[in-house]
Nanobody
Framework: VQLQASGGGLVQAGGSLRLSCAASEGILSSYEMGWFRQAPGKGREFVAGLSWSGGRTYYADSVKGRFTISRDNAKNTVYLQMNSLKPEDTAVYYC????????????WGQGTLVTVSS
């Protein structure tokens, strides 16, 4: 399983970014997909998840209403649309996959850095 995240960068508070995660063919419809983040000096934090069927999404309270996780099966890509960004959203964001559907994410891509300036 390969996961390749991209789309990070520097944005002002209140702005938007869309992260992309290119995944190995076929896993989006079989695995739970998720995004985690790790801020400087802090542990990894769950951000958003998407069920294998695509029918359920779930979010951390800190991003609910601002972030949206989605996927494009034809492109084997998962997205994280981030709106109304805040300086506290600054972190390295990781794309992840849960192959056993047990909410334990066993595949991780490399991170992409998001920096939100105030």
């Amino acid at each position: 399983v390969q996961l390749q995240a991209s789309g990070g960068g520097l944005v002002q508070a209140g702005g938007s970014l869309r992260l992309s995660c290119a995944a190995s063919e076929g896993i989006l419809s079989s695995y739970e997909m998720g995004w985690f983040r790790q801020a400087p000096g802090k542990g990894r934090e769950f951000v958003a998840g998407l069920s294998w069927s695509g029918g359920r999404t779930y979010y951390a309270d800190s991003v609910k209403g601002r972030f949206t996780i989605s996927r494009d099966n034809a492109k084997n890509t998962v997205y994280l649309q981030m709106n109304s960004l805040k300086p506290e959203d600054t972190a390295v964001y990781y794309c992840t996959a849960d192959s056993n559907l047990d909410m334990i994410y066993d595949y991780w891509g490399q991170g992409t850095l998001v920096t939100v300036s105030s």
